[in-house]
């Protein structure tokens, strides 16, 4: 029942995630389109600095850019941050209900790294709240004033705590613990820089005095951050269903090079919304892709050697798999066979010899942090079964 009851928490927070998400990205999209599609106002008018026209579901808009701010505050003012915060309030609660409640299984793998379920907890909320504090003070260091190098450094130290975590934590847990500290980065630039600027510069604004133009040149700067982690972010959040990815022995790499070309993605759009369209920055982030997809490619496995009988396999499977996958699992934790997968008849199994293959052999990443304690001869064995043709009569 709990196993049940858990499965619902993570549905409904699932869906909320992927809707403030959905609504955060989608208005932060909407706003680096519209700052660089305004053109200058025309007439001129005080204080307007560019306006656009758009017709969208049936009406026309004419938006108005004010620099910094008009004569007089309206009344009614949007500030669109709830989308930001509810999608770290709903997916910290995602990561608690996915990898915390299960810590045992999703985040430690002891043949990684013998470390308790609080330990790895403790660890995964240490490093979201160090990596914070490691990008804010590099953010308030003089490299402050060099987008480049910060940029540089930043990714640098995400690189060096991604390879340590992958001596911490099962493979599946290391992407989604850089998604969580990522996407902490990316809340905090809203919550504890952009809308608090915001707030000082329109209470100047109250106070009759001209606002401070760093509040704006700060978060600015905070937005392009965020401008340019999003597709790497949204990468992450759907890596778990990519094991070919987060399973490879070079995982930190891999990570790194989709974070270069979802960037240089991102840069493309930047540019051609401003009338530039560089077209080598998408191309070299697709050759960048395509070499990766080359370099983790599975090496055929060899046949060579004594002729694999499905029995053989099967009780490999019985053992170490059916407590999960299985129409009535008896793993705590576990109400219905995860991802649907039951391996409990031979018709089945042959069904599935691809995603077995993927998941058992390519990338070793079942069983989850290796709970049943399948051991390498036997992952050798099922290799060797499929290379010879995965009968199951
Ligand atoms: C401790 C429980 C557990 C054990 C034991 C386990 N798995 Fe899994 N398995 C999972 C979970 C959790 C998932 C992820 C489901 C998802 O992504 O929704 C999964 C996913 C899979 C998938 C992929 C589903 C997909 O959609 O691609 C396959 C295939 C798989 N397991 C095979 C195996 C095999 C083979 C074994 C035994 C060698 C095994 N598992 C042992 C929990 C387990």
Same mark, same amino acid.
């Not at 955060?24 to 389109?33: E, H, L």
């Not at 995602?94 to 299960?102: F, K, M, P, Q, S």
């Not at 999703?106 to 160090?130: E, F, K, N, Q, W």
């Not at 919550?191 to 133009?213: C, N, S």
């Given at each position: ?21 959905? @609504? ?38 004419? &938006? ?18 709830? /989308? @930001? ?25 002891? !043949? ?23 990008? /804010? ?25 991604? @390879?340590?975590? !992958?001596?911490?934590?099962?493979? +599946? ?25 915001? +707030? &000082?510069? =329109? ?13 704006? =040149?700060?978060?600015?700067?905070? !937005?392009?951050?965020?401008? #340019?982690?999003?597709? *790497? ?8 269903? #990519? ?7 070079? %995982?930190?790499?891999?990570? %790194? ?16 919304? &401003? ?20 370099? =983790? ?17 099967? !009780? ?18 576990? @109400? ?10 031979? /018709? ?19 069983? *989850? ?8 001869? /036997? ?15």
């Amino acid at each position: 029942m709990e196993a049940y009851m858990l499965g619902w928490a993570s549905l409904l927070v699932r869906w909320l995630h992927l809707i403030t998400a959905i @609504a955060w990205i989608g208005t932060s999209f909407y706003f680096v389109w519209l700052d660089n599609h305004l053109e200058p106002p025309s007439p001129p008018r005080k204080g307007v600095s560019g306006e656009i026209w758009s017709v969208h579901g049936g009406g026309f808009y004419n &938006k108005h850019k004010y620099l910094v701010a008009p004569d007089q505050l309206p009344e009614k003012l949007h500030w669109f941050k709830w /989308e @930001a915060y509810w999608t770290w309030i709903s997916g910290f609660l995602l990561l608690v209900i996915t990898y915390y409640a299960r810590a045992g299984s999703m985040l430690v793998d002891r !043949s990684v790294a013998d470390i308790s379920a609080a330990a790895a907890i403790a660890i995964s909320v240490g490093m979201i709240v160090l990596a914070q504090v490691v990008y /804010e003070g590099l953010c308030r260091s003089r490299l402050c004033n060099n987008d480049g190098l910060l940029g540089l450094v930043g990714f640098v130290f995400l690189l060096v705590a991604t @390879a340590a975590l !992958s001596h911490v934590f099962g493979a +599946r847990g290391v992407y989604i613990q850089v998604g969580a500290m990522l996407g902490t980065i990316m809340v905090a630039n809203v919550a504890m820089v952009i809308i608090p600027g915001q +707030r &000082k510069m =329109i209470d100047a604004m109250l106070r009759g005095e001209t606002p401070d133009p760093i509040h704006g =040149i700060r978060g600015k700067q905070r !937005s392009m951050h965020n401008n #340019y982690m999003t597709l *790497p972010v949204v990468f992450i959040m759907i890596s778990g269903h #990519y094991p070919m990815t987060y399973g490879h022995d070079q %995982a930190w790499l891999v990570l %790194a090079l989709i974070f270069i070309a979802g960037a240089l993605i991102r840069h493309f759009f930047n540019l051609r919304h &401003k009338g530039r369209t560089v077209i080598a920055y998408p191309l070299a982030g697709v050759v960048i892709l395509a070499g990766v997809a080359f370099w =983790i490619a599975p090496r055929p496995q060899s046949a060579a050697g004594d002729v694999v009988t499905f029995a053989q396999v099967n !009780s490999v499977l019985q053992a170490r798999c059916t407590s999960c996958h299985s129409s009535t699992p008896t793993q705590p934790g576990f @109400a219905q066979a995860p991802g649907g997968i039951v391996l409990q008849n031979p /018709e089945r199994i042959a069904q599935l010899v691809d995603k077995i293959n993927q998941q058992v052999v390519v990338s070793r990443v079942m069983p *989850p942090g290796n709970l049943t304690g399948l051991t390498d001869d /036997e992952r050798a064995l099922i290799g060797r079964w499929i290379a010879q043709g995965a009968v199951t009569h």
